[in-house]
């Protein structure tokens, strides 16, 4: 079974700076670390790296820092940092991305933005820009903030909007599972979806759970995902290391969808490839 896994994190804070990291996550977790989280996964995928939230002004030194890993990790793309909310900035980040081939697509993180901070005409500015490049953008935001990524898809059609996580539902744990059909999250994902420039990933729901976490538990967002969105725009994404065990999780999206649909391939591998135009 082969996957792509369209949302793999890397970093190193003796590399870049991240001021978010807290916890378990504030060490490096690079190759020699990717190699233990796949342990056990007799074909390794292949990834497609999002940026991962260092200080904004290494976001070009992130990229070159991903790209010189890339063989050895079997990075096939990169979603690189770029600040939407200053269009000049914006052109600048995009012609140094223009040289640098791994580069398919950008994010700017919205997650912990005010609503309305992405269709801020500046904001649409560098959208625009975006999709005259040819990139895709990863919109990374909660739930109550997905009415702001359908004015955005509106805005700019034809900018492939790559939406993080399921738009981070509230998943509650494996004891007390959060409903998914029937909430304002359900509705904003099918609104969402009525936008042909978007697509979903499957990715991010452990990390949203309250504590551990079941196949039971998620499957629900999975279905809602795919009853909105339909089985040709949602891509498997592993979200590692923020989310876990990997094993785990690819193991409940690929039986899930076999489940579902009967195939796998589409979902962990050939949407991506497709989405993010990877060699």
């Known amino acids: 079974m082969r996957a792509v896994d369209a949302h793999l994190h890397l970093w190193d804070p003796e590399v870049l700076e991240y001021d978010w990291l807290e916890g378990p996550l504030l060490r490096s977790f690079g190759p020699e670390e990717l190699d ?15 940026q991962a939230e260092c200080a904004p002004a290494q976001s070009i030194a992130e990229v070159d820092w991903v790209a010189a890993l890339a063989s050895r990790v079997g990075v096939r793309g990169i979603v690189a940092r770029a600040p939407l909310e200053d269009p000049a900035e914006t052109d600048v980040h995009l012609a140094v991305y223009a040289g ?3 580069v398919v697509g950008v994010r700017r993180l919205l997650q912990s933005e005010p609503d309305g901070f992405a269709v801020r005409p500046g904001f649409r500015a560098s959208a625009q820009a975006v999709a005259s490049a040819g990139l895709t953008f990863d919109a990374c935001v909660r739930a ?13 059609p034809d900018l492939t909007i790559v939406l ?3 738009g981070k539902p509230a998943v509650g744990s ?25 697509v979903c990933k499957l990715s991010g729901l452990p990390a949203e759970s309250q504590g551990d976490w079941s196949a039971a538990q998620l499957r629900p967002f999975l279905d809602t995902a795919l009853d909105a969105f339909g089985p040709e725009r949602l891509l498997f994404g592993g979200d590692w290391p923020v989310s876990g065990p ?16 009967g195939v796998v391939d589409g979902v962990l591998a050939a ?3 497709r989405v993010y135009r990877l060699a």
Do not use: C
């Open 100 to 102: 640098r081939p791994l």
């Open 246 to 261: 990997y094993g785990r999780w690819l193991d409940t999206v690929s039986a899930w969808a076999l489940d579902r649909l």
């Open 271 to 273: 949407n991506a490839e």
């Open 144 to 156: 109550p903030q997905l009415p702001d990524v359908v004015a955005l898809a509106d805005a700019v």
């Open 174 to 198: 494996a004891d007390a599972a959060a409903p998914a059909a029937g909430t304002p999250w359900a509705s904003a994902l099918a609104a969402l979806a009525e936008r042909p420039n978007v």
């Open 164 to 166: 993080d996580h399921l």
């Open 36 to 50: 233990a989280a796949l342990a056990g996964i007799p074909d390794a995928p292949g990834f497609v790296f999002v």
